[in-house]
Every structure is written in structure tokens, then in C-alpha cells.
């Protein structure tokens, strides 16, 4: 079981070593990469995900700056302060935490972030680049993906590549990585008519519906490799124990912490019949993290003309 297990924690903990050796070549040139996040509101998830984004910066020696505003700061105080970072020539990088609030216009504010410090990929010049085949600042967790695909040397040329999940932050951009690796690519979304049909087709299946265990053995074809972008955590005993049976290391987990995380694969039944397979936790998460810190140094890198 575990030679067919997609290690997304020692991957990312690899591509980290990478970053931080490409952090110290800029450290001898006087520059230290500068990632600063926003955060409207108080989402105990996202400020959980923004301290994890601060701390993964402090360890490679990288600088970060949180900007913490509250839910009810408005529109025009968000785009305020993502001009003061675009002209501060210090920040490097510039993410906003989504979701944003009811009643912000989301795409307002990421199409004001300066494309060269968009780590997140999100402006629509970036996803234009991406789409023309000349990434500059790739979404983080599509990219991840990919990474994963390459350093597991896992063949992406002319096979059958099937997405579940349209968005614009995953299911888009990796259709277009993909496609450009030479895959075959189908995305799926929730009114593709029989679903087990055409993800029974694929040679890679990517699951990132938000739903959890929507991915059963019926939508997996023999042989295939299975990826799981959706994180839920699950606080009810008996959906571990239906999802789990038999697991006593989830379940001791979930007893001490009062929930577990899971994906939108059924794991469990679906492994036996996948040639490979991200876990959750532990598989894309940690890629998506560290390739935020990637792109940062890329767009330090970028910004000053320096070969990234
Ligand atoms: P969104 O909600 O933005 O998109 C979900 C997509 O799945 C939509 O395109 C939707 O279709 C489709 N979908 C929903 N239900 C079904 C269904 N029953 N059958 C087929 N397609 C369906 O989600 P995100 O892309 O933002 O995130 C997806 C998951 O990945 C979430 O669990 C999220 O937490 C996780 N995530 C994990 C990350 C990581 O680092 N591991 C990073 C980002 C997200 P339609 O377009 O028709 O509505």
C-alpha cells in the first residue's frame, strides 16, 4: 500500500529545500523575498491558513507581513491597501485570502494586484499567459500538482487526464498545465451527465469537487493514478467510522482532536483499484504551500531580472 502512496508532505518538504537554497543565492545579493497576505474578516480557516503561509516564509528566511482587516472594512479600504503594496518596493508577493466576505467584489480586487506579485496566479494576465502556454505565475495548487506528476515521474504525454471541478483557482488552470504537457483533457463539473463514465476513462483523475468521498471505485478505471484536492473536516464519529473501517490511527486522532480530514476521494475503497494515490491530509495540501514560497522567489527573482 504504501509504495503506491503519493507523498505530498516529503515532496513539499524537497521542493522547501529547494526554495531555501534559492532564498540564499538571493541573500548574498542583498535581497530577502517579501510575501505579504490579507485577511478580511475572521474565518477561523483562513487565518489558520495565513499563519501557516507566515510561518512556511519565516522558515526558508523569507519576510512576510499579515494585514489583518475586519469584515466590515469595505471594498475600497481591501483595494487601498493592495496599492500601497504594489508600489511598496520591498513586497514581493501579494495574496489575498479568499474567500473574501459577502459583498466584495472579488475580482476587483485580485485584478488590482500587480501581475508581477501575483503569487497566487489569479490576475487575468497571468491566467492569460498560462492559457498561451507561457506561465509566469502559475496557481499554486495546480502547480503543486504538477510537480507531483514530474518528481514522481509519472506519465502525463498523451494520456487521458479528467478533472471533476471547474474552478478558477484548480480545475481550470490545471486543465490548461495538463493540456500542455500533452495530456488528453476532460473537465467535469456538476452537470456532466454520468460522471462514472467519463472518470472512468482516466488515466490521471483529479478530484476537486469540494465533496466529500465523491469519488467511489465505481469512477475509477484500473490502474489509474488518483489525485484528491478536497479537504473537509469531518467532525461526526460515524462518517470516520464509514469512511475509515477499521482505521484506529484516524480514529485515535479523531478522538484526541475532535475531527479528521478527508478528501473527495473515497480512499479506502478506491486505493485498491489505483496504480498511485494522494492521501488527505498529507498529499496536495503541502504542495500547495510550498509552491506559494516558490513563487514568491520567483516573482523576488522576476521583478529584479534575475533568471527564476
Ligand atoms: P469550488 O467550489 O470553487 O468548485 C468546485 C467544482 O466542483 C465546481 O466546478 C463544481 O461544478 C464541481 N462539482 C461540485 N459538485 C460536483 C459533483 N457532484 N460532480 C461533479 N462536479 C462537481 O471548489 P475549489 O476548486 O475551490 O475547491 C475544491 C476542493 O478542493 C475543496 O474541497 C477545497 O477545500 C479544496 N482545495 C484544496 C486545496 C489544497 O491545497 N489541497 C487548494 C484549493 C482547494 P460547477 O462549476 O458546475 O458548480
Avoid at 541573500?27 to 495565513?50: E, M, N, Q, T
Avoid at 507566515?54 to 483595494?79: D, I, P
Avoid at 471541478?165 to 456532466?192: F, Q, W
Amino acid at each position: 500500500m504504501n509504495e503506491k502512496l503519493l507523498d505530498g508532505k516529503r515532496l513539499a518538504a524537497e521542493i522547501r529545500g529547494e526554495v531555501g537554497e534559492r532564498v540564499a543565492g538571493l541573500a548574498a545579493r542583498g535581497i530577502v523575498p517579501r510575501l505579504d497576505v490579507i485577511l478580511v474578516g475572521d474565518d477561523p480557516a483562513s487565518r489558520v491558513y495565513v499563519g501557516a503561509k507566515a510561518r512556511a516564509c519565516e522558515k526558508l528566511g523569507m519576510a512576510s507581513g499579515t494585514h489583518r482587516l475586519e469584515a466590515g472594512a469595505g471594498q475600497a479600504a481591501v483595494e487601498r491597501l493592495v496599492d500601497d503594496l504594489n508600489a511598496d518596493p520591498g513586497v514581493d508577493g501579494i495574496l489575498v485570502q479568499l474567500p473574501l466576505p459577502d459583498g466584495y467584489d472579488t475580482h476587483a480586487v485580485l485584478d488590482r494586484i500587480d501581475p508581477a506579485k501575483d503569487v497566487d496566479g489569479f490576475h487575468p494576465l497571468n491566467v492569460g499567459l498560462l492559457q498561451q502556454g507561457r506561465p509566469a505565475l502559475v496557481a499554486c495548487t495546480p502547480a503543486g500538482i504538477m510537480e507531483l506528476l514530474r518528481r514522481e515521474k509519472i506519465p502525463v504525454e498523451g494520456r487521458r487526464a479528467v478533472i471533476v471541478g471547474r474552478s478558477d483557482i484548480v480545475g481550470k488552470p490545471l486543465a490548461m498545465l495538463l493540456l500542455h504537457a500533452h495530456a488528453t483533457v476532460t473537465l467535469c463539473h456538476s452537470r456532466t451527465r454520468d460522471l462514472a463514465a467519463v472518470t472512468g476513462q482516466a488515466d490521471i483523475l483529479v478530484a476537486a469537487a469540494g465533496k466529500l468521498a465523491l469519488i467511489g471505485p465505481e469512477h475509477v478505471k484500473p490502474g489509474a493514478v488518483v489525485i484528491d484536492v478536497g479537504i473537509h473536516r469531518i467532525t461526526e464519529r460515524e462518517t470516520v467510522e464509514r469512511l475509515f473501517p477499521g482505521d484506529e490511527a484516524r480514529m485515535a486522532r479523531f478522538e484526541a482532536k475532535g475531527s479528521v480530514l478527508a478528501g473527495d476521494v473515497d480512499f479506502v475503497r478506491v486505493a485498491p483499484l489505483a496504480s498511485r494515490i494522494t492521501p488527505v491530509p498529507g498529499g496536495v495540501g503541502p504542495l500547495t504551500i510550498a509552491m506559494l514560497m516558490a513563487n514568491t522567489v520567483r516573482a523576488a527573482s522576476l521583478r529584479r531580472g534575475i533568471e527564476a
